[in-house]
């Protein structure tokens, strides 16, 4: 799989979205919750890793909201690039 370092967080999620699981690219948007766009929490999950694995980390879990109910993209991209800037 392609590594994605360089590439902006919201475009390369949404990409992932799109390509491996199947969302409507219509449906995307920042501020949406990602559990809305029809990801049930195993699939959820699996995008998190899909996530971590496109840009080579692991976002810990505190970064992420536990209940997962308001995690957006938006959230997920700020934990991106909070982590690629500590790299």
Do not use: H
């Amino acid at each position: 799989m392609e590594r994605f370092l360089d590439k902006d967080p919201y475009s390369t999620l949404s990409q992932l979205l799109v390509e491996q699981f199947g969302v409507d690219p219509a449906l995307i948007q920042r501020d949406k919750a990602v559990a809305d766009l029809g990801l049930d929490s195993l699939t959820l999950m699996e995008f998190i890793f899909a996530a971590e694995d496109a840009f080579s980390l692991r976002i810990p879990e505190e970064k992420l909201d536990p209940n997962q109910a308001g995690l957006t993209l938006d959230v997920i991209c700020k934990a991106i690039e909070s982590m690629k800037s500590a790299a």
